[in-house]
């Protein structure tokens, strides 16, 4: 082990002090540079079913990272209206970061058209 602790540990401290959205989107880089990884290492790799293996994990990180990257960007208006929400804290948002003006939020008795999620005030 080195002086900075195991990979493990120098993984989770890049995380630490972040707030949700902060933490998933870090993550959601960190996959998407994973199946990178996975696919250099499927471009040098030899066996055949090693390679398939290789590329089905390149995918799977990649959907997971696309996953995260979607539940942690805020988008800039109100899917409904198109009312632009400059900041971040008048929007109303679920858990895929559907957002919403408050007055259409309201009128969607805070359910989410999209996802059937509940619509709360960003944080």
């Given at each position: ?28 880089r ?32 990649e ?25 971040r ?35």
């Amino acid at each position: 082990m080195s002086k900075e602790g195991s990979p493990e540990q120098v993984m989770a401290s890049l995380f630490v002090g972040l707030s949700r959205h902060e933490q998933m989107a870090l993550l959601g880089r960190l996959e998407c540079t994973g199946a990178d990884i996975y696919r250099a290492w499927a471009a040098k790799e030899q066996n055949v079913k090693a390679r398939e293996a290789l590329l089905k994990a390149a995918s799977r990180e990649e959907e997971n990272g696309k996953l995260l990257q979607l539940m942690s960007t805020a988008k800039p208006g109100c899917e409904k209206c198109s009312k632009p929400l400059p900041d971040r804290h008048q929007a109303h948002v679920c858990s895929f970061q559907c957002t919403f003006c408050p007055d259409c939020a309201g009128a969607m008795n805070q359910v989410c058209p999209n996802c059937g999620g509940t619509l709360s005030p960003a944080a």
